[in-house]
């Protein structure tokens, strides 16, 4: 007996994987990036796709190069749920590129898909970041200085790295104080020369600057934001996600914070709750 199905002319539910796209390159090497998009943008001229939100997503890494993939079986949910999303890497710390390299790439990477948005289906109207860890902490970073011209490349200079919303998931809030949390972990002090440059004198300075608690300020115009972090976290210290509610907030900012029970750094901190928060969140603030 041969069984009869019907055939999906919209192309509905089906995601578009579209890896390894050069958004820039430095010194000769490319900066790369994944994008998710429905199906139907392969065949723009027949579908016509609606432009959708977007969601940049920065992989945590210690401020290295992070994996494109890590988190990708994840996110499809959310491509499946109207999102264009698109995973981004940077240049890594430890391969000579200290602070702001990182927080210059993510903004580019934004420029980029602002410059493509007709391209990949993207409604450049409707832009949000979410970072984990290092990741994170570049979020809040972009988060809190919109078109901030001291992190403006050439690339796309036209185009602003603006965001409406942002995710941080264990970020370290102070930078200083997360060295300091993990210094008993090999290759921290290399780390930070990476990060802050060969001149100890001037680290309190960088770490300053990358540092959320220490950038944001009042009276500015920040985009609404969503922290989650989970209370056992052996990397970044619990506290940093409550510090930086009370200032947010009390500083009249739209903030939502979560505590995790028991979790740690990654790990055990996901599951599908943390994505249907997450993607709740966005559909309040992106559609």
Known sequence: MIHELQNNP??????????????????????????????????????HPAPRPLLVFVQG????????????????????????????????????????????????????????????????HRVGIWGTSSGANAAMLVGLTGDDERYKTRLYAHESDRVDAVISCFAPMDVADTFEYSKKVPGNKLLQFCLFGPDPSKWAEVARAMSPLAVEEPGQDYPPFLLLHGDADTVVPYHQMVDMYNQLDQDGYEVTAYRVKGANHERDFWSQRIYDIARDFLDQKLK
């Open 10 to 47: 919209t192309l509905d539910g089906q995601v578009r994987l579209l890896d390894n796209v050069t958004y820039a390159a430095v010194d000769g090497r490319p900066l790369k990036m994944a994008i998710m998009t429905p199906w139907t943008q392969r065949y723009p001229q027949q579908y």
């Open 61 to 124: 890494s210690s401020w290295r190069t992070g994996k494109l993939g890590e988190e990708i079986p994840q996110l499809v949910q959310f491509v499946k749920h109207g999102y264009v999303v698109a995973t981004v890497q940077h240049r890594s710390a430890v391969d000579g590129y200290a602070f702001p390299a990182f927080l210059e790439d993510v903004k580019t990477a934004i420029r980029y898909l602002r410059r493509h948005a007709r391209k990949y289906a993207i409604d450049p």
